[in-house]
């Protein structure tokens, strides 16, 4: 039903060690995704990002606070459950190498005990969803694969029992240029399409402001400010996103000057 969350973290904070050794890497975050939206979590390096993905598919747990999907905590499931109703898209795939494209997508789907046919039959199916032809790559295995078409066929995976939410953790920053621009493209276009609620983080604010619906950005644990990606580039209150703002804003004027033949 439109306008419930899918997730939802309240007051969650985060520490590893004990006593003089706590580290504290999340510190009383909240934050709701509805059902359907594209957020985009963005930050440096060590400002908790990754955490707050883990925390939401059980990788990890709160030390205080409560994490909820579709209204219940997730305490109250089965992480296993849990993990297969999410998908989980991230930099590297992790692709199993002893497994062909098609085992590695349907792996899930023979995790929960479909049959192979329909597993399959779903591989295929994923394989031209992502725009990989499944004749031609079905039977191959992720050594013969360039890194656009590991990360096409690690999104084909996180896709194949068809979650309605999806986690990515920086998923095209290892990508080249023209890659990189494809799949954000066409990924957009799959949560679109599928109805689907993703979460993706990133430390490159120009990939979230064209990709997402809202950005959260984190720093040092909190969460600093948010917003449409229009909100924060135009009119950031926080100052840390007001000199995060800067770099694209600087890059596009130094664009425009080259453009018009300034440089």
Known sequence: MAGKN?????????????EAEVLEVLNEISLEVPEGEFLAIVGPSGSGKTTLLRLINRLTEPTAGTV???EKDVREIDP????RQIGYVFQGVGLFPHMTVAENVAITPRLIGWDSAKRADR???????????PE??????????SGGERQRV????????????VLMDEPFGALDALTRDALQTDYRELHDALSLT??????????????????????????????????????????????????????????????????
């Not at 899918?6 to 590893?16: C, D, N, P, R």
């Not at 031609?136 to 694969?145: D, H, I, N, S, W």
């Open 136 to 145: 031609t790559y079905r039977a191959r295995f992720p050594t013969e694969l």
């Open 6 to 18: 899918a997730i939802e973290l309240q007051a969650v904070t985060k520490h590893y060690g004990a």
């Open 68 to 70: 909820r999907i579709h």
């Open 198 to 263: 993703t979460v993706m983080i990133t430390h490159d604010l120009t990939e979230a402001a064209l990709l997402a619906d809202r950005i959260a950005v984190i720093h040092k644990g909190k969460i600093v400010e948010q917003g449409t990606p229009r909100e924060l580039m135009t009119a950031p209150k926080d100052p840390y996103v007001r000199e995060l703002v800067k770099t694209p804003k600087n890059q596009a004027e130094r664009f425009s000057a080259i453009m018009r033949g300034k440089q």
């Open 123 to 133: 591989a295929d199916e994923l394989l031209k969803l992502v725009r990989l032809d």
């Open 154 to 165: 690690g999104v084909a995976r996180a896709l194949a029992a068809n979650p309605k939410i």
């Open 80 to 83: 296993i459950q849990l993990r």
